[in-house]
């Protein structure tokens, strides 16, 4: 390392004084692993019209399920050409299938839950 103090350039994994100016140069190594946590959401849909709404559309990303209290990773499909509905939850820590849904668009848009009522 170079010293800070005096700029001598020493190794002071063997003495930590500089033995130039004889200061005290400690280099600390951090082996931690720093768990970040990053919000990905993606989102999309098809240009092409059926009944002038998308013919595909698809989220998915993170968010955060109530009932777990914690991170799940939901994607959903939106097939308005072969009307067909499918979503998947994952469990961010275990990656584990919590949820998954296949079914008929217009079947799942009748459940009430898509289609919530003012
Ligand atoms: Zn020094």
Redesign the pocket.
């Known amino acids: 390392m170079i010293?800070p103090?005096?700029?001598?350039e020493y190794d002071n994994s063997i003495d930590p004084d500089?033995p130039?100016?004889?200061?005290k140069?400690i280099s600390v190594s951090i082996n931690a692993t720093i768990d970040v946590e990053v919000d990905l959401s993606y989102r999309g849909k098809s240009n092409e019209k059926v009944n002038k709404r998308p013919s595909f559309e698809f989220k998915g990303g993170n968010e955060l399920n109530h009932r777990l209290n914690r991170k799940v990773d939901r994607t959903y499909h939106i097939d308005r050409v072969n009307d067909r509905y499918t979503e998947n939850v994952t469990d961010k820590v275990t990656h584990e299938l919590i949820q998954t849904v296949d079914e008929p668009l217009s079947k799942h848009l009748n459940h009430g839950d898509a289609k919530k009522k003012k």
Request: glycine letters at 0%.
């Open positions: 010293c103090f005096c700029n001598f500089c130039k100016c004889n200061r140069n």
